[in-house]
């Protein structure tokens, strides 16, 4: 059975940062693209930011551009998304992702479906 589950949550001031963490477990994603998505109160799900296998070629949105990274770690079939300059806006739960297809880039993961999603992770940020 398939599973991601994010660690790293919490409550952080403005200006504060945070480190999610999603850890794999069922089968192996070092050939797939993965990705974070995140989901605020009353709005539908986004897509924030993407990886390709390799680690090699990135994707943000533009709201997070600067701030945001993430990053793999095949061997530990981990993926990261560590955030700093946290703003009020970014409060949302954030959804750990992978595509249904190995052929899906790091660009393209917000309009491919999405095979597994993790249960998410609520992050907090106050003002």
């Known amino acids: 059975q398939v599973q991601l589950v994010e660690s790293g949550g919490g409550l952080v001031q403005a200006g504060g940062s945070l480190r999610l963490s999603c850890a794999a477990s069922?089968?192996?994603?070092?050939?797939?693209?993965m990705g974070w998505f995140r989901q605020a109160p009353g709005k539908e799900r986004a897509f924030v930011a993407g990886?390709?296998?390799?680690?090699?070629?990135?994707y943000y949105t533009d709201s997070v551009k600067g701030r945001f990274t993430i990053s793999r770690d095949n061997a530990k079939n981990t993926v990261y998304l560590e955030m700093n300059s946290l703003k009020p806006e970014d409060t949302a739960v954030y959804y750990c992702?992978?595509?249904?297809?190995?052929?899906?880039?790091?660009?393209?993961?917000?309009?491919?479906?999405?095979?597994?999603w993790g249960q998410g992770t609520q992050v907090t940020v106050s003002s």
């Open positions: 992702a992978v595509p249904g297809s190995s052929y899906t880039t790091p660009y393209a993961m917000g309009a491919r479906p999405i095979a597994y």
């Open positions: 069922g089968r192996t994603f070092s050939s797939y693209a």
């Open positions: 990886i390709s296998w390799s680690g090699g070629s990135t």
